[in-house]
């Protein structure tokens, strides 16, 4: 089996199991790339490999998280550990420092100056409704200017010329505290964004936590993550990206950029956001370009799904020690699956309770039983027809506070928290057993 390192030998892994597309008819960036992307996920095939892309010397691969089955892939574990895994990961006991190297695949090649043009990058148009060609799957990276700790993050990027983007940050995120605790918070701040990674640092730069996500993607792989300074910015780069773009933002010098797609499954209206002026362009020999098909489901899944499980499972667990829990993507990280064995009567509308309070964003709860797949949704979907009296089995809690982007919310996130209790009332009424037919493998049977 392969070991994960960086983004070619994560797609190997994927691959080895059955996990990947390759797509060699030649696709355009506008659209259709996103569009096969998004069927891919839609189908479950697996993550997308784009051969051919058209004005593109470099192949683009989306896709490498954006199901269960390929989240655990990522993270090295089985389909029903990845909460252990990311429990254990947060921890910050267990996080393992970056390593620094002299140098770097990315070294390679390298434009500058007035060598300089964006367009270099095959960047998707990826939504109909989107305001232009996004930068969605680059990670962020970018260094405390007072303690000097780095920090990952995923921030939206629309090419606005040869050597400008404009850049989405929200109001509480890291990188813009960083440049506003300096002396003059509107001087240029030095970023630079890796393209094409291993999944740990895809799946550490979702989380939102005050120390180096990096410390997390190290405990993933269980060794420091190798890291080299930038070729124009004092910023430790994953040496191991296959591409790197160097550059400074300036604060206060705002452009328009947006609409683009977002987790919700809506478009994000369009901000008056700095700008990011590139300092160099860099990558490895024969790189591979990497995208986040926005508002799907890897957007999901890194956002809202693997960084979330862990607080909303200990939540529950607190009431019940051997309670599960699942973040479906297609609830857009608004919706939670708790799984238990059930004793009392009044045992889920507990639990629905206690998760309503572990995440904002959390707003509906379905609670099922041991004999209910939590990760298949036609499953959850057969414990809400058959198990649940609508009259009797829903709580909802008005005025509560959620997400302020949740499109049932209105503008400073106050919605109606609901709470399902989809387990089976055999004090109501008795039906036996579910019916079952264990599965089998097909493959011997389809020879
Ligand atoms: C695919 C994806 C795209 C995102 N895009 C943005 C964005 O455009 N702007 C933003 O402020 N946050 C965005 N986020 C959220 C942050 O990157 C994320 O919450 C990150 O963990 C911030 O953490 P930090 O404040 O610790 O750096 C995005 C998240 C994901 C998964």
Not at 209 to 220: K, S
Request: proline share 7%; hydrophobic share 40%.
């Amino acid at each position: 089996m392969t070991t994960i390192v960086d983004l070619p030998s994560f797609i190997d892994t994927l691959d080895e199991a059955g996990q990947l597309a390759r797509i060699n008819r030649t696709v355009s960036l506008e659209y259709e790339l996103a569009d096969v992307a998004a069927s891919l996920a839609r189908t479950g095939t697996g993550a997308g490999l784009f051969n051919r892309v058209e004005g593109s010397p470099w192949p683009v691969f989306c896709g490498g998280v954006a199901s269960h089955r390929r989240a655990a892939i990522a993270l090295g574990c089985d389909e029903g550990e990845t909460v252990d895994v990311m429990e254990r990961v947060l921890d910050p006991a267990n996080g393992i420092p970056p390593v620094s190297v002299a140098s770097a695949g990315w070294e390679a090649n390298t434009v500058r100056g007035d060598d300089l043009d964006t367009a270099l990058l095959p960047i998707p148009t990826h939504s109909r409704g989107d305001g232009g060609a996004f930068i969605t799957g680059a990670v962020t990276v970018a260094r405390d200017p007072i303690s000097g700790r780095g920090n990952l993050s995923y921030n939206r990027m629309l090419r606005l010329d040869e050597h400008t983007f404009g850049f989405n940050v929200n109001e509480w995120r890291d990188v813009g505290t960083f440049w506003k605790s300096r002396d003059d918070p509107d001087a240029p701040f030095p970023i630079a964004l890796a393209i094409g990674l291993d999944p740990a640092i895809m799946i550490a730069a979702g989380v939102k936590t005050p120390v180096d996500e990096l410390f997390i993607a190290g405990a993933i792989r269980g060794r420091g993550i190798e890291v080299r300074q930038g070729l124009t910015i004092d910023v430790d780069i994953p040496a191991a990206a296959e591409i790197v773009v160097e550059g400074l933002l300036h604060p206060a010098e705002r452009r328009s950029e947006g609409p683009l797609a977002e987790f919700h499954g809506y478009h994000g209206e369009a901000w008056n956001s700095p700008t990011l002026e590139v300092t160099a362009i860099s990558w490895r020999d024969n790189p591979i370009y990497q995208t986040i098909i926005p508002g799907w489901y890897e957007h999901v899944y890194l956002g809202n799904v693997l960084p979330r499980e862990p607080l909303l499972r200990r939540f529950v667990r607190h009431l019940d020690p051997t309670a599960d829990v699942y973040i479906p993507p297609y609830g857009n990280g608004f919706l939670a699956v708790v799984q238990i064995e059930r004793d009392n009567p009044g045992t889920p509308k507990n639990l629905a309770m206690a998760a309503m309070a572990a995440h904002i964003n959390i707003l509906h709860l379905i609670v099922v039983d041991r004999d209910v797949d939590i990760h298949q949704p036609t499953e959850v979907q057969w414990a809400l027809t058959n198990r649940v009296h609508w009259s009797e089995d829903v709580f909802t809690v008005p005025g509560a506070q959620g997400h302020e982007m949740d499109p049932t919310a209105d503008q400073r996130g106050i919605s109606t928290k609901v709470g399902i209790d989809a387990t089976y009332k055999r004090e109501r009424r008795e039906y036996g057993e579910r019916v079952a037919y264990p599965a089998v493998d097909l493959a011997d049977y389809l020879r």
